[in-house]
């Protein structure tokens, strides 16, 4: 039978003060943490010391340069970004200049007339997620929660009587599907 070396087992704290540093604030050990925005690093010594910083510096990144193109604010090329809240359109000379622009999308982000089902109060607006994904949901919130992930059309399910329905490509056609999850009825859509 071998023998295991325990002394392995404690060069982990070592290990990671060399890794992350110390804390600028009051010289301990600082360690990866988890919080709503994702992990960072905070000091060891929380709460009574309350430094912290990202994980990774830089939050962002670069995925296309768009040729030809020029910073309003210091002429330098204008880079379309990948970032927390998904994509969008900044300067490439960051961070000495912030300059940010909304990603225009080639189809135009249309609101939808559908009144909401769920509260009969607000009406259901497109929204975009932090991925760049699109979903609507009620303009009540955060009274009303009611959310779809597909364009919402204003025809009442044929089968549970839901008053809309919600636009799907299912098999290489267009359907109209009951957003009900006890139905889930499904048509062929009118065009």
């Known amino acids: 039978m071998s023998k295991i ?10 290990a990671l003060h060399h890794a992350y540093g110390e804390c600028p604030e009051c010289a301990a050990n600082l360690q990866i943490r988890s919080g709503r925005s994702g992990l960072f690093l905070g000091c060891s010594r929380y709460p009574d010391c309350h430094f912290s910083k990202p994980l990774h510096e830089q939050q962002h990144y670069q995925l296309k340069v768009i040729e030809g193109s020029a910073c309003p604010e ?6 379309v970004k990948k970032g927390r809240y998904g994509l969008f359109i900044g300067c490439t000379h960051f961070p000495e200049c912030h300059h940010i622009e909304k990603l225009d999308d080639s189809e135009p982000q249309e609101d939808s007339p559908v009144d909401c089902p769920s509260c009969a109060k607000g009406k259901l607006h497109q929204k975009t997620n932090r991925y760049g994904k699109h979903f609507y949901a009620c303009d009540q919130y955060p009274e009303c929660r009611y959310i779809l992930n597909h364009s919402p059309v204003e025809r009442a399910c044929p089968e549970c009587g839901w008053p809309i329905m919600v636009e799907r490509q299912l098999n290489g056609e267009q359907v109209w599907q009951c ?3 006890q139905c889930q009825a499904k048509v062929i859509a009118d065009g």
């Open 5 to 14: 070396d325990h002394s392995l087992f404690n060069a982990d704290e070592h």
């Open 74 to 79: 210091c002429g330098s090329e204008l880079a």
């Open 179 to 181: 957003p009900q999850k």
